[in-house]
């Protein structure tokens, strides 16, 4: 069983920054991509942004400039630098990576969420 566990994340003033973490755990598994997406009250799921194993990234247009991710191959974990934060950043934070477990096929799995709420 594979678990991702997400921390970092609560509340913060407009301007402030936050550093959110996400760590893989289990057994024989190989991680491929992995992201981070949000979803406000009253609206879809979104993507924020994502990283390759080989650290390629891409951003969502209404953050970039202002978060970055990065990730630990070593220690399976992925975070998001985020700076200049903003009310419109205030939603549930998933994490998101890709896992092959040994023997198995590739597969998204989906950390708790972590809330996030930018006060204006």
């Known amino acids: 069983q594979v678990r991702l566990v997400e921390s970092g994340g609560g509340l913060v003033q407009a301007g402030g920054s936050l550093r959110l973490s996400c760590a893989a755990s289990?057994?024989?598994?190989?991680?491929?991509?992995m992201g981070w997406y949000r979803q406000a009250p009253g609206k879809q799921r979104e993507l924020v942004a994502d990283?390759?194993?080989?650290?390629?990234?891409n951003y969502a247009d209404s953050v970039k400039g202002r978060f970055t991710i990065s990730r630990d191959n070593a220690k399976n974990t992925v975070y998001l630098q985020m700076n200049s934060l903003k009310a419109e950043d205030t939603a549930v934070y998933y994490c998101?990576?890709?896992?092959?477990?040994?023997?198995?096929?590739?597969?998204?799995?989906w950390g708790q969420g972590t809330q996030v709420v930018v006060s204006s």
């Open positions: 998101n990576a890709e896992i092959r477990v040994v023997g198995g096929e590739i597969h998204d799995y």
């Open positions: 289990g057994r024989s598994f190989a991680i491929y991509g």
């Open positions: 990283i390759t194993s080989r650290g390629s990234t």
